[in-house]
């Protein structure tokens, strides 16, 4: 790695360094009642960083929506300051830590981890495909705005409908690390990889630490770190057949013969049954898109260890303490508002997970009454609900209802409350056959775990971990969350229920594999399993970044320099010369494509943009569709007043005349358009006109 890449990884970790330093103190009195290491700083320290991105981002983000503040570095650093002074008053007349060094090691943990992925990342470092563009431009236009909610870049005149706080969280770091984005793109998707592992180490550390085996709590924390972050699924037994084409899925073993290890496809584990999507963390972090599922790692293993230093050494209501619960409690609830904001699923997953421990404590314990029950829901939800109304009130749900898988033929097309029953050829189930290859791993380990550790039955909490999973998996089975998508209907609720379900079986694996490990008719059933799904990385990395042949740059836009040069010089002189969020036109395209590319680079808003995604968002095409047909008038018609009138519908400052709008519109009418305004920008085949 080159000198300037590692200061840009040194200046970075800096950033976060200071982020997960000011909280903290509010994380030491979160997870004050994990484990005995708290006196050495050891096992708190693992969350701070996540800690400190919800909340330090959540006081930016309500300053910004409320207009009290706006958004800049300077209200990053008050907000860190808030942050710290909040944690220290929670932690007045208790000590810290004795010694520094566990606090060092784990963040020497973090640096390699972060290090480790840029490099890996730096092998291919493009901004260019699946969504990229999307997610770029969500960050650009928050970073350029000083009050939210942000821009829509590709819907002008509106602004983003989408749940975009884990946007707004790598804006805030970029605002206060004063590096490019085009740098810290790639540099957030390291951070939730380091991230990743190292809270997921810390989770399994803190349930294995007191298994009898000799240093059990390292090793289960390890094996922990690299299932949640790396780990596959048995789908890759396809890299020991002839394999498949596209989605001509066939089973394994009709595919027995000379195997060819390199024809193995890596993207097929997540695309296993037909029309559904099963995604795991480890894909998320090769094909490197900062979605809000991936955004929202480090705060849905922040719930979980916040759910395991609650509930997991509790041992009879002698030793509880409620103060130190309802804190807990209060800020539980305003991580469920966080993921609501960030990854909208994971909020209900998680509140719901927390109700179903609630639930069972209540029989467990004596200070656990129903009255008391409802209570503890009710700051939950009020604390959560509050936390996300800021959001709310700007967001209008794409998700049309809980929708009937296989609906019986006399309810078609019919409603009963939220449920709906569409037609009868919305019925997809999965092969059981595939849903083993794809979750029979963690089943086996789950059921296993359950049946053969004495000292899991206690920990009820991961016992409630594997049936909460397995009913998120069985879940979309009969039900899917109904959006736009006719063949692909519940492909998005498999996704999301999906994702949360493979970490927290993930964790529950981990405990079991440490603590059986020595069972010979365990270990020999595992090895087939754990081989399986432990070499999807291989095959993934080796495909994505070229088997790391050739290192590039941190830089994510050379490809974007090399294949549309002058577009660069455009899309660089826009972000300097324009303000104040000035409306552009330019060519539309189908999503997933190189079209709209200027308002993806500078977040700046577009009249339409990718429109299958405006589509998704806005909740139907008919708003869509004359859009597109505008744009094309500005183009093509060659009428001057009928473009005039458009123009100033959308306020448009800037129209692009560039290289894909000339392949596009072929009767482009530029001489119109120079008439109607003046070249403000001209290198090769692009010109930036400013509308007069």
């Not at 939950?380 to 749900?397: C, D, Q, R, Y």
Request: with cysteine; hydrophobic share 50%.
């Amino acid at each position: 790695m080159p000198w300037p890449d590692i200061l840009l990884v040194f200046q970075w970790w800096g950033t976060l360094f200071l982020v997960g330093a000011a909280a903290y103190p509010l994380t030491r009195a979160l997870f004050t009642n994990m484990g005995s290491d708290l006196k050495k700083g050891q096992t708190p320290y693992f969350f701070s960083k996540a800690v400190g991105l919800a909340v330090v981002t959540f006081l930016v983000f309500l300053g910004a929506i409320l207009h009290l503040i706006s958004f800049t570095q300077g209200a990053v650093w008050a907000s860190m300051g808030v942050v710290f002074v909040i944690g220290i008053f929670m932690n007045r007349g208790t000590k810290g830590p004795k010694g520094d060094k566990g606090i060092i090691l784990q963040e020497i943990f973090f640096f390699v981890a972060l290090l480790a992925w840029t490099w890996v990342k730096a092998h291919e470092p493009s901004i260019h495909g699946l969504e990229k563009f999307m997610d770029f431009g969500f960050t650009k236009s928050i970073l350029d705005s000083r009050f939210f909610p942000a821009p829509d870049m590709w819907y002008a005149g509106t602004t983003i409908n989408y749940y975009y706080f884990g946007h707004t969280m790598m804006a805030v770091l970029t605002k206060l690390s004063g590096i490019d984005l085009t740098y810290t793109f790639n540099l957030m998707l390291a951070t939730i990889f380091a991230l990743c592992a190292t809270m997921s180490f810390a989770i399994g550390r803190e349930l294995t630490k007191n298994l009898p085996a000799g240093k059990a709590g390292v090793w289960g924390g390890i094996l922990t770190a690299f299932l949640v972050t790396l780990a596959g699924n048995m789908q890759t037994i396809y890299a020991f057949t002839i394999g498949y084409d596209g989605e001509n899925v066939k089973p394994f073993w009709q595919l027995l013969g000379k195997m060819d290890l390199n024809r193995y496809w890596y993207a097929n584990a997540t695309r296993f049954i037909p029309y559904t999507i099963h995604e795991f963390p480890s894909y998320s972090f090769v094909v490197s898109d900062l979605h809000g599922h991936v955004l929202s790692i480090p705060f849905v293993l922040l719930a979980i260890g916040l759910l395991i230093a609650m509930f997991s050494t509790i041992k009879s209501y002698k030793n509880f303490q409620f103060s130190i619960f309802n804190f807990q409690l209060v800020f539980y609830g305003f991580l469920c508002g966080v993921l609501l904001m960030t990854n909208a699923l994971d909020g209900p997953i998680y509140l719901g997970l927390l109700v179903v421990i609630l639930g069972i404590s209540n029989f467990q314990f004596p200070i656990f009454k129903w009255k008391t029950f409802g209570k503890q829901v009710s700051v939950v939800i009020g604390a959560a609900a509050l936390t996300s109304l800021p959001f709310l009130l700007h967001f209008k749900s794409f998700v049309n209802g809980i929708a009937v898988n296989c609906p019986p033929a006399f309810l078609a097309n019919t409603k009963l409350g939220p449920i709906l029953f569409e037609g009868v050829e919305k019925c997809q189930h999965s092969p059981f056959w595939m849903w083993w290859l794809l979750w029979g791993f963690f089943v086996f380990c789950g059921i296993w775990g359950i049946w053969g550790i004495r000292e899991m039955r206690e920990k009820k909490i991961l016992v409630v971990f594997f049936f909460f999973s397995l009913a998120l998996l069985i879940f979309p089975e009969f039900f899917y969350f109904k959006d736009i998508y006719p063949m692909h209907f519940r492909s998005n609720t498999m996704f999301k229920l999906g994702y949360q379900a493979f970490i927290m079986l993930s964790i529950v694996s981990g405990y079991t594999i440490v603590k059986l490990f020595r069972k010979k008719l365990f270990l020999l059933l595992l090895i087939p399993q754990l081989f399986l799904i432990s070499i999807f990385p291989i095959f993934s990395v080796r495909s994505y970044f070229n088997s790391l042949r050739t290192y590039e740059s941190i830089f994510g836009m050379n490809w974007f320099i090399l294949q549309y040069p002058d577009d660069w010089a455009g899309i660089v002189w826009l972000n300097q010369h324009a303000k104040n969020s000035p409306v552009i036109v330019e060519a539309d395209g189908d999503s997933y494509t190189d079209y709209d590319r200027f308002s993806a680079f500078t977040g700046l808003p577009t009249i339409i943009g990718w429109p299958v995604h405006e589509w998704l968002w806005r909740g139907t095409y008919d708003v869509v569709a004359p859009r597109r047909e505008e744009v094309r008038k500005i183009y093509e018609s060659q009428d001057l007043e009928e473009t005039k009138n458009i123009l100033k519908k959308y306020s448009v400052t800037y129209v692009i005349v560039g290289t894909l709008e000339r392949q596009k519109f072929q009767n482009i009418q530029e001489k119109k358009i120079a008439a109607l305004g003046s070249a403000v920008f001209t290198q090769g085949e692009t010109v930036i006109y400013k509308v007069h």
